[in-house]
């Protein structure tokens, strides 16, 4: 199966040597989609199954975005993408808090530096594989400093993961308060039994025999139904609840 990758950027070098660390990055079959505006962009998401990606049978499974554009700005795609099923990652060449945190904000599961060395974007870019989350280490290092110090550092990691919903307040509810039609499905319930036991998301895509997309979906789903943040909530919650 063929994954599909859309990277939307005005600039045509720009385009190119993005489509080459995507290349790099991964494995899997990859068929790469350019757009030069956010009306291009959009175009092809609606031909890749609309807003929500339901009504294709290949949707997009990532995209990059910058996010000064000709005909407006990579936020507001991002927030139109907030239910598509892939991962979204802003490229730019800011790197203050005025882009940063709103673009967080907007839905970015990543944030990543055009000016970064090739080969340092893409060992960021690989880092989804590995279930950690695509930033740029200069943007890293602002996140550090902008949360160090405070309560949210700890969950730091979760709240920018991929496969991880945004971290707000939530806790843990009782597996019994969870609705029956919330209830894990038996392939997210193997999910989680690899997660419990610390492997990577690239390592329980090989040894389910799936794509690691796939795996992320799934994952997404089991911290959705569970109403957690993070792995570690995850293996708590399924011991407690004998789950794996």
Known sequence: MTIKVLIVEDNPVARGFLARVVRESFSDVLAIIEAGDLESARRQVELAGGRDGLRGADPF???????????????????ALAQYPATRIVTTLYSDDEH??????????????????????????????????????????????????????APLASAFAPE??????????PLEAVPDHDRLTPRE?????????????????????????????????IYRKLNVSSRAEAAV??????LV
Not at 63 to 76: A, T, Y
Not at 164 to 173: L, Q
């Open 61 to 79: 499974r990532l995209v990059l975005v910058d996010l000064e554009l000709p005909d407006g700005s990579g936020l507001d795609l991002l927030s």
């Open 100 to 153: 940063l945190f709103p673009a967080l904000q907007c839905g970015a599961d990543g944030y990543l530096l055009k000016e970064d060395r090739f080969e340092v974007l893409v060992e960021a870019l690989q880092k989804i594989v590995r279930g950690q989350p695509p930033l740029s280490p200069a943007i890293a290092r602002r996140l550090l400093r902008h949360f160090r110090g405070a309560d949210a550092m």
């Open 164 to 173: 991880a919903p945004p971290v707000h307040s939530r806790r843990p509810v």
């Open 189 to 221: 319930t193997e999910v989680l039994t690899y997660l419990s036991k610390g492997f990577t998301i690239k390592e329980i895509a090989g040894l389910m025999g799936i794509r690691w997309f796939t795996v992320n979906d799934h994952i997404k789903a």
């Open 237 to 242: 919650l399924a011991t407690k609840q004998g």
